[in-house]
């Protein structure tokens, strides 16, 4: 018998027996696709958890996952002893099993916040299926609230959060953190973590971004808003493809328009001096940004020395700005620049004789940005 023959038709038979089926799989019409999920407090110390899925919960193939966006979505709210409690009572709620692992959005409430976010996101972090994908936000208030909004902007609410989101971080405003990169951050020593706050604007009942929220370890301990949010990403070296800022200039110009300059960051270098000297810890921050000048009404800067002294005016509004984000995290004690983790890096030594919580908040650091406009518009 010639075996070399049969070799073709074993390896064949063997790949269909292997290949046959998957132990693993989840049909998406027994399941219920979580797109949204929100955690608030509780009375008695329990854990409330709103969730969001379409209002089709049996989407039997592929066209009807597609089109869940035209669907619209229902929230379900339970309150439980754990994350896990709350779940199980969420599947008896519905005839579907709740699938959690597609979820954009992850949004807890300050109340929460303020008590700390790592026992929730823990569960989160250890399921096989958890969406660790997801981004985590705080709300200005509850999440089930947040979760409950009507907007017009989005059919599905997960969309609303998500594509908010992403504009944000691209517009240089708050930099997301999903599940995956937030849980190092709170266990680690010597860095704070940040992550987007949100609210909503009550006339207009829409959902708005107020900057980033501080923490300590896992506690909200206070937060940024607009503008120190975005000096906060231009210390930490985060710039945004679309990072912009606004500054009045020429406070006496009678004309509004003309008191005020446009301008885009285009690149940013940042150089961290930290200084040990007798147990005397201070730091020094040297930024040098190079902007685009977008509008600025008073001239076309032709002029040389107008141009430079429009230079000066914006390295002092943004040295000012610098200072006043840093006062704002070390009276929250929050160190979201790393400046722990550096001086654990570079000066153990130092690291370890000394309690940082303590020395932070009261710890000199001076920031100075030098500016280049590389460009100033069309018109010269």
Known sequence: MNYQKLLPLFFVMT???????CWDQRLLRDQSLILAIGYDKAENNALKKTVTFPKNTNAGSQNDEQNLSEQGSNTLSVIGNTVKNAENKMDESITEKFDRSKARVIIFGTDLAEEGIFSTLDSVYRDLRGPLHANVVIFNGEAEDALNIKSDQAAITSDLYGDLLESADKAGITKNKSVQHACPIILGEGKDLVLPYLSIDEPKDEVVVEGVALFHKDKMVGSLNIYQSTMFLLLSKQLAKYTSLNFEVNDKEKDPIKRFVDFKVQKNKRHIELNTDDEDIHAKIKMEIDIEIDEYAANHLSDEKKMNKLRRKIEHKLNE????????????????????????AYHYNVWEKINWEEVYPEMNIDVDFSVNIIRHGLLN
């Open 15 to 21: 790949c269909l027996v292997i290949l046959t089926a």
């Open 321 to 344: 700005l610098a200072e006043e984000t840093i006062t704002v995290t070390q009276e929250a004690n929050s160190d979201v620049l790393g400046l722990g983790e550096m001086l654990k």
